[in-house]
């Protein structure tokens, strides 16, 4: 491929805590014009030995681009303002690693900074994303659905339910008041699970690029549709909800059946029938109100996998990857649809 067929280069690379102020900081596509590198390759805009390179973004660092690929050295390397190098990684990887340690050239002195790439530039708002809520009792199949559409159609789930939980385990200063509301089947005040799903989306946005978002498990109560709004903006547009239908009898068997592994303190039958209750008293209306707004697609989730992923995934067409909506099931769909075994734990 000749560098004019590159994507544009459109990242943003944030590196941080390397303990060298002249390191730390936002880099941005390179502006450096189309040159020869030392290597011989000729590089077009925002490219440099035929990967991805980028400048400070305060324009500080004499060599321009501050952060690019070495064919020589087979490494990615990282500047400081005099242009020496600070860091480098020996790796092909097409873009600089955000998962292992780059080499320190003042070890003891400075640690291995963190580098974490951006797909939209963080200095500006992001763009809004598309999010559509997933919504049923207990063990109605939200999770599976919303994980299917992840690893087959490229959209992002994020499940409520596993913030909250995953909170929990982290042991911060809303752990005990989270782990008292799950086991009880109350609703966790919104305040909590908002900042939470906000954080998320913002990351997941910012990381990957992108947009496409499954919320499940909310707004589970009227309430928790105000703190929506008061996060994201009432003028902001009511996302669609996607409700999971499913008679009390095939919640419970669903949920005795992976009380077997999942380890969660909420799946037990006590809890279950706590759970239910808050369904029916606390999120019902929230259906309602939905309904009256026009602004619901209900699935019959009581059937097969299978046949409620059909329907699931024809409601998430318009906005699905084209490719991705005609590439063949992946193993972990395969698994998720029940189509083949988990491999033992
Ligand atoms: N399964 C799935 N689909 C199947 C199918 N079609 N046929 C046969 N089996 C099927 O599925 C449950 C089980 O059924 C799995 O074993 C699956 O293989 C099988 P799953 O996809 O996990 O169902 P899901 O609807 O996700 O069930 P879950 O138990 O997660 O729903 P809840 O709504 O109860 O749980 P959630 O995690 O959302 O919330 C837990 C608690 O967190 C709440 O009770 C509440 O206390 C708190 N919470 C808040 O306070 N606020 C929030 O916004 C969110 C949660
Ligand atoms: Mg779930």
Not at 182 to 204: C, F, Y
Not at 302 to 313: C, G
Not at 320 to 327: V, Y
Request: contains cysteine; glycine residues 8%; negative net charge.
């Amino acid at each position: 491929m000749s560098t004019n067929e590159r994507p544009t280069n459109t990242l943003f690379i944030e590196v941080s805590g390397s303990g060298l102020p002249e390191v730390d900081g936002l880099f941005v596509p390179s502006t450096a014009p189309a040159a020869e590198s030392e290597s011989g390759t000729v590089s077009s805009l925002g490219y440099w030995n035929g990967k991805m390179a980028w400048d400070r973004a305060d324009g500080k660092c004499e060599r321009s681009p501050a952060l690019s690929y070495s064919n020589s050295y087979t490494s990615w390397r990282i500047c400081r303002l005099d242009g020496h190098l600070a860091y480098d990684i020996t790796t092909e990887d097409a873009l600089p690693p955000t998962d292992r340690e780059w080499h320190v050239y003042k070890k003891g002195v400075a640690p291995a900074p963190s580098v974490v790439i951006h797909h939209f530039d963080p200095r500006q708002p992001l763009p809004e994303a598309n999010v559509l809520f997933v919504l049923g009792g207990p063990g109605s199949g939200k999770g599976t659905m919303c994980s299917l559409a992840e690893a087959q159609l490229g959209w992002t789930h994020l499940s409520a339910g596993e913030l909250l939980r995953k909170e929990c385990e982290a042991g911060g200063p809303t752990a005990a008041t989270i782990e008292k509301y799950i086991t009880t089947g109350e609703i966790v005040p919104h305040e909590i699970t908002v900042t939470l799903l906000k954080n998320a989306m913002e990351k997941a946005t910012r990381t990957t690029g992108q947009l496409n978002f499954l919320v499940d498990g909310f707004p589970r109560s009227l309430d928790n549709l105000e703190g929506w709004y008061d996060v994201f903006g009432r003028e902001a547009k009511l996302p669609k909800m996607l409700y999971f239908e499913c008679p009390y009898e095939e919640l419970e068997k669903r949920i005795l059946g992976r009380a077997k592994y999942s380890g969660r303190s909420d799946d037990n039958v006590e809890s279950l029938k706590l759970r239910f209750d808050t369904f029916k008293a606390k999120t019902l209306p929230t259906l309602e109100l939905f309904k009256r707004k026009n602004n619901v697609v209900e699935l019959d989730a009581s059937q097969s996998r299978e046949e409620v992923y059909a329907p699931f995934r024809a409601s998430l067409h318009a906005f699905t990857d084209p490719a991705l909506a005609a590439q063949p099931l992946t193993e972990t769909s395969e698994m998720l649809l029940g189509l083949r075994p988990y491999p033992k734990r």
